[in-house]
């Protein structure tokens, strides 16, 4: 019984509404190794996949997980439902690019400001 509860079942939604999974983790697990189960995972055929870990975000009862944090840390009391399914949301987020970068800087430096006192 308690090797059941030291277990999650997680899916992992995708932005176009596929999953991944469902599939069991223990608590002990981080939130890094979850995304590198999804960096695995990820459909070849979709585009714009993840190439990082740092290219995954993953939202779980509304909040951002931290990839230093374990399953238990961050468990809802939702995840207590025997036999339940824990739906995490991925997000990808694609990396800057040196280009982006610069022209993130210039229009920062560009900006002109008026104060009417």
Request: a positive charge; hydrophobic letters at 35%; proline letters at 6%.
């Amino acid at each position: 019984m308690a090797g059941v509860q030291d277990q999650l079942e997680i899916k992992f939604r995708l932005t176009d509404g596929s999953d991944i999974g469902p599939k069991s983790f223990p608590v002990a697990t981080t939130v890094a190794t979850l995304k590198e189960s999804i960096l695995a995972q990820w459909p070849k055929e979709k585009e714009h996949g993840p190439r990082t870990v740092k290219d995954v975000k993953l939202i779980s009862a509304g909040k951002i997980l931290e990839n230093s944090r374990t399953l238990g840390e961050c468990r809802s009391p939702l995840c207590e439902i025997p036999g339940g399914v824990t739906t995490m949301h991925v997000v990808v987020q694609a990396p800057f690019s040196e280009k982006d970068k610069k022209a993130a800087d210039q229009t920062k430096k560009n900006k002109c400001l008026c104060v009417i006192l």
